[in-house]
């Protein structure tokens, strides 16, 4: 009687009331051109109806579909890749999507440098509410103008901006060696992750092309942006108080604290000087109007977009 290959790869989705998203995000993976993989679906505790949605799902053998009491993002995805069978895991959001080569060039990538720990992509933007694709990449405008020679520069580069997308495919000795997601974090928890991979030596690896997509959704937790300031806040702050960070590293990481804690101070009491920008801003983007999307996105991306039932 024959049996099934080893996964070469274990993708992980964290999902935590994903109703109106999951099902895409599954059928974005199941599409992948390589085809020898788990799915490892871990629902959050959700009270909506994110664990009928994958019932859809059942009579595929690649998809797992495990539960846990919500316990935040971290939590999720360290139970995730705890049950994981592959040597490599990929991570993907449940409101995201891979076109149908991510897994195929992210797993050839992180082969041809192995010692890298992790191989990375950027996302195109795509706006749920107005159904358009940014011409803008979301990591770009954070991006280093070039490549860090060593993992030293690189460490500076990502203390200053996290530049790596989420959805990234690293090794699981990697992932055990540095003791996965830190569970305490459930906002930043991936930036804090890259960081502690880093600080081992290992230099990431830039996959070629874009290979996933951001569904940006007036739930994504960035909408919140107090959620967010307050969030990188706490990242900066567990970096300098228990990363083993240089002198310039150290550097960096006190002028970004001090950056996104002033920032969080003007949600509160915003002077005459950020309310003009804040205005300034808007009707910049009012003018701008439709020219920041593209008339038509890339091949594909429209169809893994259409594929998953999202136009």
């Known amino acids: 009687m024959s049996t099934s290959p080893e996964p070469r ?145 690189f460490l500076l580069e990502l203390l200053a901006r996290n530049f790596v997308y989420t959805s990234v495919t690293v090794s699981r000795c990697v992932l055990r060696e540095v003791g996965g997601y830190d569970e305490r974090l459930h906002y930043g928890e991936d930036f804090e992750l890259w960081l502690r991979i880093v600080e081992t030596g290992r230099i990431p690896i830039r996959a070629p092309g874009t290979l996933a997509i951001h569904r940006k959704t007036g739930t994504s937790l960035t909408a919140d942006v107090r959620r967010f300031y307050c969030g990188i806040c706490t990242v900066y702050e567990l970096v300098l108080r228990e990363h083993p960070l240089e002198a310039d590293g150290r550097a960096v990481a006190e002028r970004r604290l001090r950056y996104w804690r002033h920032q969080l101070s003007q949600l509160d009491s915003p002077g005459a000087v950020t309310r003009s920008r804040q205005l300034l801003r808007r009707a910049r983007r009012r003018m701008e109007g439709r020219r920041r999307w593209l008339p038509t996105p890339p091949s594909a991306v429209g169809e893994t977009l259409a594929e998953c039932g999202v136009t």
């Open 9 to 153: 790869v274990s993708v992980v989705m964290p999902a935590y009331n994903a109703g109106r998203t999951i099902e895409a995000a599954v059928k974005s993976v199941l599409r992948q051109t390589m085809t020898n993989f788990e799915l490892i679906v871990i629902d959050d505790g959700s009270r909506d109806d994110t664990v009928d949605r994958l019932s859809a799902f059942r009579d595929d053998p690649r998809v797992k579909v495990l539960h846990q009491a919500n316990a935040g993002p971290s939590a999720a995805r360290n139970a995730a890749i705890e049950v994981a069978s592959a040597p490599v895991v990929s991570v993907i959001d449940s409101d995201d999507l891979w076109v149908p080569t991510y897994l195929e060039a992210m797993e050839k990538a992180l082969a041809s440098q192995p010692e890298a720990g992790f191989a990375y992509t950027d996302a195109w933007l795509f706006e749920d509410e107005l159904r358009l694709v940014s011409k803008h990449q979301v990591m770009e405008s954070y991006a280093p103008a070039t490549y860090p020679p060593d993992a030293h520069r």
